[in-house]
């Protein structure tokens, strides 16, 4: 691999690509867009929130890992159809200091969000973006606006990455929030022992490609960070 390739494949199973870089005008008012170096401190000043019609109660969130996408989406589908969601990206600083991550990985994760944000956008949809480390984002998002449902994919990363999903998981159980993970690849888990694997995989990879949903009813209400640069993260490319 190339020194300068983005690690993550978050356009899912080697068959997606990117979506383009978008313009910064061409983000739809209310929603995500391109941060400046100082965006990082404004994070949580609620700056930018959509004018739609506001819903009430508790929300399915989306959390967004390396699967930027919209179509193939198995979790965001699902909580499309269960009522009001939100699409969540977090840009985490044990993360963003970690050896691994590269200005441009970032750069690839923001060309994704924005290109996803206008997709649901248009689809009555909400993407917004925290900075932080987790649980901590979703219990401030919790105390905002209860969250009924946690939706991601089962993520297969790093030490770092395992550890966090693990205090995700323990805060979800104490808060009473359902977390729901589908697999996005062919790693089964969990298998004590490998006997059955391979028609367990056969099984996933002949699974029909989940659409994208037509319609969602977005939680619009709530600040997003915005689309942060390399810069205002600082992370080194």
């Known amino acids: 691999r190339h020194p300068g390739t983005p690690r993550f494949p978050w356009t899912g199973k080697g068959r997606r690509r990117p979506h ?68 969540l990206y977090v840009y985490e600083p044990e993360l963003l200091a970690d050896a691994t991550t590269h200005a441009s990985h970032i750069q690839f994760i923001n060309d994704s969000l924005a290109g996803l944000a206008t997709e649901l956008h248009e689809r009555g949809g909400a993407l917004i973006t925290r ?28 030490g770092i990455t395992y550890e966090r999903d693990k205090r995700v998981k323990r805060w ?20 004590a022992e490998r006997d059955g694997w391979a028609g367990r995989w056969r099984a996933r990879m002949g699974e029909p490609i989940t ?10 209400e709530i600040a997003s960070a915005g689309i942060l640069s390399p810069a205002a993260l600082e992370v080194a490319g």
Not at 172 to 191: F, S, Y
Not at 211 to 220: D, S
């Open 20 to 87: 383009p870089p978008h313009k910064a005008n061409a983000y739809p008012p209310g929603s995500i867009h391109h941060g400046s170096a100082d965006d990082g401190n404004r994070a949580q000043a609620g700056r930018r929130v959509d004018a739609r019609p506001q819903t009430v109660g508790p929300m399915d969130l989306v959390w967004l890992k390396r699967d930027l996408r919209l179509r193939d989406h198995a979790p965001l589908a699902r909580a499309a159809a269960s009522g009001p969601c939100l699409c």
């Open 131 to 158: 900075v932080g480390n987790l649980p901590e984002v979703f219990d401030q998002l919790h105390a905002e606006r209860p969250i009924a449902r946690l939706w991601s994919h089962e993520e297969t990363g790093l």
């Open 172 to 191: 979800a159980r104490a808060k009473g929030v359902k977390w729901i993970e589908l697999p996005n690849h062919g790693v089964v888990r969990p298998l």
């Open 211 to 220: 659409p994208a949903p037509e319609r969602l009813i977005g939680v619009h």
